[in-house]
């Protein structure tokens, strides 16, 4: 079935610093999520990519979708406190199906 | 505008004692529903999705089992529970086909 891979696993950065963080596929995407989770809160929906080569923007970050590389990436530009969190992909493990999967998860720390 | 609900936020229940989890939606109808658990460092685990009333399918074999009673309720439920079930537990909708899929607040459950 569908594998999520998340890199990396955790990332340290200083506030104002741009950061780009990856999901891949083990098999073809047929679209993803993006999600922002707070330790011990619910995920946050930031975009939903549907089509190869779409890319996404709100506010500060922007998602992209490489079907071909069955990869996402997701920028944050200008990183702030309040970027901190935990970024979760998520896609459908096969095309048309309901069965949603998910990465592990990445880890971002934003240093005032 | 749609909702979801999941109650309770905590919770804590010693070895063998039964499990009840509630998941409601409101706003919108025959969603698909989904029965998650996190782990640290293990990512969010699909236990259970739903895609209708009475349909439900089983992702992990464990000591779990879902309900969907009605058409925007999704329970999950334990007969014994055992220390290894203590996680965090997230319900979440999407729409029929691919749409944007919302989480709940999640449940964090210690088993002792």
């Known amino acids: 079935s569908q594998e999520l891979e998340q890199s990396p696993q955790s990332l340290i950065v200083q506030e104002g610093k741009n950061l780009t963080i990856n999901c891949t596929s083990s098999?073809?995407?047929?679209?993803l999520y993006w999600y922002k989770q707070k330790y011990g809160e619910g995920l946050i929906f930031l975009m939903m990519?549907?089509?190869?080569?779409e890319e996404k923007s709100h506010e500060k970050i922007t998602a992209k979708l490489d079907e071909k590389k069955q990869q996402s990436s997701l920028h944050i530009t200008a990183s702030q406190p309040s970027h901190a969190g935990i970024y979760l992909c998520?896609?459908?493990?096969?095309?048309?199906?309901?069965?949603?999967?998910f990465g592990k998860g990445m880890k971002l720390t934003v240093n005032p | 505008s749609q909702t979801i609900h999941q109650w309770p936020a905590t919770l804590v229940q010693p070895v063998g004692s039964p499990l009840s989890l509630e998941c409601t939606v409101e706003?919108?109808?025959?969603?698909?529903l989904y029965w998650y658990r996190q782990a640290a460092g293990r990512g969010l685990q699909l236990l259970f999705y739903s895609v209708g009333i009475g349909q439900i399918s089983s992702e992990v074999p464990q000591n779990l089992s879902a309900s969907r009673p009605q058409d925007r309720q999704f329970i999950l439920s334990s007969k014994k529970l055992l220390l290894s079930d203590s996680g965090f537990y997230l319900c979440a909708w999407s729409g029929q086909g691919w749409t944007e899929a919302f989480f709940g607040q999640g449940t964090r459950l210690t088993v002792v």
């Open positions: 098999k073809t995407l047929y679209g």
């Open positions: 998520g896609a459908p493990s096969e095309g048309g199906s309901e069965k949603l999967v």
């Open positions: 990519l549907q089509k190869g080569g």
């Open positions: 706003g919108t109808s025959n969603p698909n």
